[in-house]
């Protein structure tokens, strides 16, 4: 049986790109007898509103969409996500980090720069060399650090991987495309990647529908799949909304939101019509 997720994160107001990956992934469960899951992922306390979760819920159910099961919360999640890390860190796959992203970007600059990876340019490795007796030292003395996945070891283990999307096909999973990758850091617990990975598990998510700028996610997911013995779903990462200047729907763009629309006396099938999706 297919099981899609539809996972917003409550840092603003839905728009249409939102609902059209809500719309898409209860298409594609309603199409196969299957079920859609809603998670609220919820971990960047600084970004995260109470407010935005309330708006969420309101406009999944205004669109008409009913979650197959209770509504996951990943700030009710922490232990699983630090049951995880536990499993990580016993392997020696995580080393901490301690270096600001200042001193990242001025290292990368004095090298003459770095290629990008996920989130900016790849880590170049600092911290990796630091001894456990200076790293544990820093530890103690609550030094602020982050909790860096070693690629170079885990691909030791996890050798070649690949991962399956219903749009471009199968892929061979690229893990040094993210460099070390931040798994934890002391704001944050846990990262995207950590916590998506092990609630799609949790959830038995078989079909991952999302857009296309998180398509270069999959190949370091696809890796902690691997690692945390995870089962792996297919994904199908779809275009992104643009408007009729050409510019992508986002909330840091002030996209239309599915509560203005509403306002504005729209009706879900207006949305539907907005977004080109049929019943």
């Not at 199409?31 to 609220?40: D, Q, V």
């Not at 949790?202 to 690692?227: C, K, M, N, P, Y």
């Amino acid at each position: 049986m297919i099981v899609t997720r539809f996972a917003p994160s409550p840092t603003g107001h839905l728009h249409l790109g939102h609902a059209y990956s809500a719309l898409l992934a209860w298409q594609e469960a309603k199409k196969a007898g299957g079920k859609c899951l809603l998670r609220i992922e919820d971990i960047d306390a600084a970004r995260c509103r109470e407010e935005f979760v309330d708006s969420i819920l309101e406009d999944i159910h205004w669109l008409g969409l009913v979650p197959d099961g209770p509504v996951l919360r990943q700030s009710d999640r922490m232990p699983a996500y630090e049951d995880a890390l536990t499993s990580l860190k016993s392997r020696g796959l995580l080393y901490p980090c301690f270096c600001t992203r200042r001193q990242i970007i001025a290292e990368i600059n004095s090298a003459g720069g770095a290629p990008h990876g996920l989130d900016g340019p790849v880590y170049p490795g600092t911290c990796k060399g630091l001894t456990k007796a200076e790293a544990s030292k820093r530890i103690r003395a609550n030094e602020p650090h982050a909790l860096r996945l070693n690629i170079l070891k885990a691909e030791q283990i996890a050798g070649n991987l690949t991962w399956t999307d219903r749009l471009t096909g199968t892929q061979s999973a690229d893990y040094r495309i993210a460099g070390d990758v931040v798994l934890a850091r002391k704001d944050i617990r846990n990262s995207y990647h950590l916590a998506v990975t092990v609630d799609d598990a949790a959830q038995g998510i078989s079909l991952v529908i999302r857009g296309e700028d998180l398509f270069s996610a999959a190949h370091i997911q696809r890796l902690l799949q691997t690692l945390l013995g995870l089962p792996t779903p297919e994904y199908q990462h779809h275009p992104l909304l643009h408007d009729e200047s050409g510019q992508r729907l986002a909330k840091r763009a002030g996209s239309p939101t599915i509560r203005s629309l509403r306002a504005a006396g729209h009706r879900p099938d207006d949305i539907r019509k907005m977004i080109r999706i049929a019943d």
